[in-house]
């Protein structure tokens, strides 16, 4: 069993950067895909970026691709995701999610992710 916990969003302007961080409880952070989607009002969640558990595999959609950055420190069972040049259509709650051990596969699909956490709200606005 994986318990993970996002903190980091909140309010800021267009343009902005934010920085979310994901904790994970366990043994098994090193071997595991971790994933942020994130998913807006009225809309159904979306992949945002990957990266594979033994970080030689990185993946972006193509609407954040150049503005933000994966990054994960297994030592402190962490994955993080930073966002630059936000924009509004960014607003959305952001989702840290954990797959399977030693998965290599699709890592854009939800259904390759077994572990999720309970989102934090970003909300870009002036």
């Known amino acids: 069993q994986v318990q993970l916990v996002e903190s980091g969003g909140g309010l800021v302007q267009p343009g902005g950067s934010l920085r979310l961080s994901c904790a994970a409880s366990?043994?098994?952070?090193?071997?595991?895909?971790m994933a942020w989607f994130r998913q807006a009002p009225g809309k159904e969640r979306e992949f945002a970026a990957a990266i594979s558990w033994n970080v030689g595999r990185i993946y972006y959609a193509d609407s954040v691709k150049g503005r933000f950055t994966i990054s994960r420190d297994n030592a402190k069972n962490t994955v993080y995701l930073q966002m630059n040049n936000l924009k509004p259509e960014d607003t959305a709650v952001y989702y840290c999610?954990?797959?399977?051990?030693?998965?290599?596969?699709?890592?854009?699909?939800?259904?390759?992710?077994?572990?999720w956490g309970q989102g934090t709200q970003v909300t870009v606005s002036s």
């Open positions: 999610a954990a797959g399977r051990i030693y998965y290599s596969g699709n890592y854009y699909e939800r259904s390759t992710y077994d572990y």
């Open positions: 366990g043994r098994t952070f090193a071997m595991r895909p």
